[in-house]
């Protein structure tokens, strides 16, 4: 039998001369240059960005060329959501509240539909209904946004389960709703509002931090949600019991390139043993997926894009 062998080369970001030549000025005293020695090559003011804002596992892969082997993480801890329901608590009475946007996950056949109303400190209403008959979304949400004042440019769907088709009729009613799609390219347009996020990645850098939409939206909610920001946590009231239990169970997961990476929803293929999102959580995500569209829509809005634009 043959045998082969492999050596595995690793490369860490510390190694590039543009780094090297800033850590050597340090050493001897002085302001590092930012002189770049290679271009194309990382140079110290990524290198220094990246320690001071990527979590342990980014840095283990996309800094020091290692495979993590920590503990698997939590996108949302279950401590963070205990701090985001605290915050909840304190929000009441304090000041009132203005809607901003509307989340909807369609549910078809058993599944459940769910419609969230969040503003910019945290969730303010919380709709989950059984919807075998599909054609009374479009009234619950009209009838939700008419309760909060929200307009419908700021109801957003999930384009999958029928949500595309839902939106489209709306539309044609005059409700001018938005879609998104959790596979879609990671949206990089600029965020509305406060900047929210302990990690302050800016355009060039977002490509690089997450797999897909879906992964960049919950990413975006673990940022707010982050008790260790600047701002108080996103607050998620208790009483949310299944929201709570949906969020504190999703797996905090980097591919080989660094890049934050969620299960899919569900499996792809009938062969594949990988675990989906259905398996982990014991039913469909629709809660969590409701509040991740709503809170994409608030920070973006509408991100398809226009013709003769850059994407």
Known sequence: MTRYYRKVFRIT???????????????????????????????????????????????SIGLDAQFYEGAELLIIPPQWLGKSAQEAERLKGVKKREAKAIGVDPGEGAAETCITVIDELGVLDEIAIPTPDTSVIQGTVIATGRKWNVPATRWMFDRGGGGKQIADRMRDDGYEVLTVAFGDVVAIGPRRGKPFFRERLDVAEARSAYKNRRAQMYGDLAS??????????????????????????????????????????????????????????????????ALVIAVHCMLYGDTRPVAGGVV
């Open 13 to 59: 970001a510390d190694q590039s001369p543009n780094v090297q030549l800033a850590l050597a000025e340090m050493a001897n005293g002085k302001e590092p240059s930012g002189r770049i020695i290679v271009p194309g090559v990382m140079p110290y003011s990524d290198y220094k960005k990246r320690r001071e804002t990527w979590d342990e596992i980014r840095q």
């Open 224 to 289: 707010i949600i982050d008790p260790t920001a600047d701002d108080p946590p996103f607050a998620i009231p208790a009483h949310y019991q299944e929201l709570h239990r949906q969020l504190s169970l999703i797996p905090k997961k980097y591919d080989h390139e660094g890049k934050l990476v969620l299960p899919p929803k569900n499996r792809r293929t009938s062969n594949t043993n990988e675990a989906t999102m259905q398996d982990i959580l014991g039913c469909s995500p629709d809660r969590a997926d």
